[in-house]
C-alpha cells in the first residue's frame, strides 16, 4: 500500500493594503413600541389611581405632591384635606369670640368672619340687646364692632369689626349638598375658651328649632349657665323661650357644643362653613348647674345666611 504525504493545508495569501470594510449590519429593528405601550398603560394606571400617582410621579421628577387646595377664603392642603387638624388650622383664624354687654349682664357667643374688611355673621341671640360688642380674634388681638342688622325671624346678625382690613375671611358653602353622616367640625369659645375644636357628624336635617326672638330686659336673656332656651318636638331645653319667638329649619349634628358656641361654624372637612351654631342641649344637674354637650346640636344652614346677607347689610327685618 502507498503511503501519501499530506501537506499541511496552507492559508490562502492576502493581498496587501488594509482589510476590506466589514460587510452592512442588518437593518435595526425599532424596539420602542413596548415601552410606549408600557408607558401608556402606566399613564392610564396614573388616571384611574388619581392622587397617588400624581404623588409618585412629583417624587421622581422633583415635585411637591402636597400643594393646596384653594377654597375662596380658606386653603386646606392636600396632605390635611379631610382631616379635623387640616380643617382647624385652615378655618380658625376665621372664626372670633363675641362678648356682647349690656344692662342685664354679659354673655359670650361666636362669629364667623365673612369679609377681609371685618363683616362678622353671628346669631341675633349673641348680640341682641347690647350696649357694647367686642370681639377677639385667634391671634389674641381684639376690636370693637358695632351691630350692623339683625333678624330675630333667623336669629343671625352681622356684625362690622372697626378699623379691621386684611382679616382672613371663610368660605361659605352649600348645605344644600349637605347629607347625613357627613363629618364635620364645630369652632367656637365655649366657656370663653377661644378656638376650642370639636368634631362630629350631621345627625339629622330640616329640624324645626324654635328660639327666642329677642332679650326679655327683666331677666337673663340665656338662663342656665349661658346656655340659650330653645323649643324642639314640643319640648322646651334650657330655659322658657318667653312668648316672641320663631322657628327655622336646622342642621343636627353631634359635634360637642357648649355655651358659647352660638354663633360660631359649622364646617365640613373642606373647609367651607355649613352653619351657624345656634342651640344645644344641656340638661341640668340636681345642684341647677348645667352639665355638658350629649351630642344634641343645631346650627342655622349657610344657605339661609347667604339668602339674607344683604338684607343685613341694609338693617336686617328687626
Known sequence: MT??????QQP????????PPAPP???HRAKAKRPVALIAAVAIGAAVIGGGASALVGQFVGGDPSGGISVTGTNV???STGTVSGVARAVSPSIVEISATSASGQSTGSGVIITAGGEVITNNH???????????L?????YTAKVVGTDPGKDLALIKLEDARGLKAAALGDSSKVDVGDEVVAIGSPEGLTGTVTSGIVSALNRDVTVAKDQDPSRQQQEQSDVWPFEFGGQQFNGDTGDSKTTYKAIQTDA?????????????MNGEIIGINSAMYSPSSATGSTAGSVGLGFAIPVDTVKAGLDDLRTGGNS
Request: glycine share 12%; aromatic share 8%; hydrophobic share 20%.
Open 3 to 8: 503511503d501519501y504525504y499530506r501537506y499541511p
Open 12 to 19: 490562502e495569501p492576502q493581498p496587501y493594503g488594509p482589510p
Open 25 to 27: 449590519a442588518p437593518p
Open 77 to 79: 392642603s392636600r396632605s
Open 126 to 136: 349673641v348680640v341682641s340687646g347690647a350696649d357694647t360688642v367686642k370681639a377677639r
Open 138 to 142: 385667634s391671634d389674641g388681638k381684639t
Open 256 to 268: 360637642s357644643l357648649n355655651p358659647g358656641n352660638s354663633g360660631g361654624a359649622l364646617i365640613n
